[in-house]
């Protein structure tokens, strides 16, 4: 396959499908480039939502440099306050690369591929495919896949009491299992010409509830202490 070989990935079939310039639209990038969004933060202790967050998160494109691979590495500010009266204030800083094969994000040293082109429905890939290290340990998890699920789906929903919607779609999942005490969900959806509009991300921490007997190690479903993070795109 053309793509995995470029990258080292795998996919879900053989065929060899040709890119588009839509296909790059699914994460239009260029400086100036903002996305505000929506972002609720929860966090569960027990089986319980204990704390609830809302705010607002904006992402702007502020610059670009040459990366050692000479593709074009864009500087992303994340910014964040507590609502549209309130100042934006720095949060963090990561870079996007878009090439002809991939979207990589790098925060912290750590890259992942957000999207392989050309998209497809049901291709899958190495979330961590650029990782260069893996303990015993992680080897099993950072190989755990993204797929595309969704090709050309609208996707609606009410922020701020308006009815928003984007067409077409794609969307990405994964979920990754470090083991059973520890799963991670990750679900984003991608506009084309717009970009993400909506992410979901989750990780727990399974165990047992308040009486459990000592032998008990976990129960399958029950959160012992989970942390869980939207983000909705509203302009």
């Not at 966090?43 to 050692?68: C, M, P, T, W």
């Not at 595309?148 to 929903?157: A, D, E, I, N």
């Not at 059973?180 to 717009?194: D, I, K, L, M, W």
Request: proline residues 5%.
């Amino acid at each position: 396959m053309l793509v995995a070989a470029g990258l080292g990935l795998w996919g879900c079939n053989t065929e060899v499908e040709k890119l588009t310039a839509a296909d790059r639209e699914y994460y239009p990038i260029y400086v100036g480039h903002k996305w505000l969004y929506e972002a609720v933060d929860s966090l569960y202790r027990n089986d319980v939502a204990v704390k609830v967050s809302r705010f607002q998160l904006q992402d702007e494109v502020i610059g670009f440099a040459k990366d050692a691979a000479g593709d074009t590495a864009w500087q992303v500010l994340r910014s964040r306050r507590l609502n549209a009266a309130a100042v934006w204030q720095p949060d963090t800083v990561f870079t996007l690369t878009r090439t002809f094969k991939h979207v990589l994000t790098q925060r912290s040293n750590r890259r992942t591929v957000e999207l392989v082109f050309p998209v497809r429905e049901n291709y899958a890939w190495q979330l961590h495919a650029f990782l260069a290290e893996l303990t015993d340990t992680t080897k099993d998890a950072y190989t755990q896949t993204r797929q595309y699920t969704g090709l050309g789906q609208p996707y609606s929903r009410e922020v701020l009491g308006q009815f928003i919607c984007f067409e077409p779609t794609i969307t990405t999942e994964a979920d990754i299992l470090y083991d059973v005490y520890n799963p991670v969900q990750r679900h984003t959806v991608f506009a084309r010409g717009v970009g993400p509009v909506f992410s979901e991300e989750r990780r727990y921490i399974m165990g047992c509830p308040p009486g459990s007997s000592p032998d008990c190690a976990y129960v399958p479903g029950f959160i012992a202490l989970g942390y869980g993070r939207v983000r909705v795109l509203v302009q």
